[in-house]
């Protein structure tokens, strides 16, 4: 949610993203040159919701694949089932996006196997062709078709990390968490708290991120912040909130979680 504005009324509404750089202008740039796209930056930054933006602003459907292990390139481009005693071929969500100009959007892409990958290959060269060996088809893929993957490039181990070969098939786009006071706005804006509530939220936030480099944990995201600004909403306190959407996640160390409730209640304090 860190990064989408949407009218509640509706769930089709357009989605208005809130841009920290140049990446929507670049997103549409690779979109254009028919390039394939890698979205790297921290959970919760804005990547899938980049995707989202994208599509809309560039009128294409967008299908999404949540990567992870047992993710096989069958699942990627089909296979033969039976159905009604006949073995008849069903398009995996890739060959659907391919075959429909969509864009086609790996979440996670790090988390799926190195050989389930390979099948993207002729798609992210000069090729832009889908090749499904067990059906015999060669899909070409339509001008309109565009191939973008996310990953948090941080706390990877090294059985977690994408072949040079494969990322320098992709034009990347680093994203990073929002400006404090646009951070702000969109808290304000997606769960109804006022200014001064979100901005001792984000302080929260920055303190814990901060403290990130000292103690390795995935730092609380701009989703987060909008989780506990709604349960403060509800009626839960800020120090409530913060407690079990920030810290409680971060650390089951008793040492850890202990110093970050201190930058937590420190943060939550200020003029409050």
Known sequence: MSRLQREPASTTAPVTYVATENEQRLFRHAFEQRLPLMLTGPTGCGKTRLV??????????VITISCHDDLTSS?????FLVAGGDVVWNDGPLTRAVKQGAICYLDEVVEARHDSLAVLHSLTDHRRT??????????????SFMLVCSYNPAYRSSLKELKPSFRQRFVTLALDYLPAAQEVEVI????G????????????ANSIRSADHAFHFEPPSTRVLVTAARLVAAGA??????EVCMLAPLSTDGAVSEALRELAVASLTTNN
């Open 193 to 204: 708290v006022d200014t001064a509530v979100a901005g001792r939220l984000v302080q929260c």
């Open 130 to 143: 889908l090749y499904l060996d067990r059906s015999g088809e060669v899909v070409q893929a339509p001008d």
């Open 52 to 61: 989202e933006h994208m599509g809309d602003q560039l009128s294409r459907p």
């Open 188 to 191: 304000v804006m997606e769960s």
């Open 237 to 242: 306190s800020e120090l409530e909130a913060a």
């Open 75 to 79: 699942d990627l481009v089909g296979r």
